[in-house]
């Protein structure tokens, strides 16, 4: 069993910035992959991006690519979702998601998740 925690997010001017954390706890591992996803009501859940343990990288949505970058910490366990240029569009609920091993691709399922956190971004 995974459990995942969020922090982070809140409310931030279009063009701020917004950090948001995913730590991990319990059964983990360092092939596991860390999923980040946004949804907003009456839409379908998207794929923001992902991270690798095993070989410390990420992948991003055409959407946040050169705007969002995640990066993990091996010493807290802890992912982190880094949100630059915000804009309006990028209002939701942001949810971290973990599954077992490697994934090099933006699709689900994920085995846990955590308990999101509401990133709005006002003009």
């Known amino acids: 069993q995974v459990h995942l925690v969020q922090s982070g997010g809140g409310s931030v001017q279009a063009g701020g910035s917004v950090r948001l954390s995913c730590a991990a706890s319990?059964?983990?591992?360092?092939?596991?992959?860390i999923g980040w996803f946004r949804q907003v009501p009456g839409k379908e859940r998207e794929s923001v991006g992902n991270f690798n343990w095993s070989g410390g990288s990420a992948i991003y949505a055409d959407s946040v690519k050169g705007r969002f970058t995640i990066s993990g910490d091996n010493t807290k366990n802890t992912v982190y979702l880094q949100m630059n240029s915000l804009e309006l569009e990028d209002t939701a609920v942001y949810y971290c998601?973990?599954?077992?091993?490697?994934?090099?691709?933006?699709?689900?399922?994920?085995?846990?998740w955590g308990q999101g956190t509401q990133v709005t971004v006002s003009s």
């Open positions: 998601a973990a599954r077992r091993g490697p994934d090099y691709y933006l699709r689900e399922p994920y085995d846990y």
């Open positions: 319990g059964r983990t591992f360092r092939t596991d992959t």
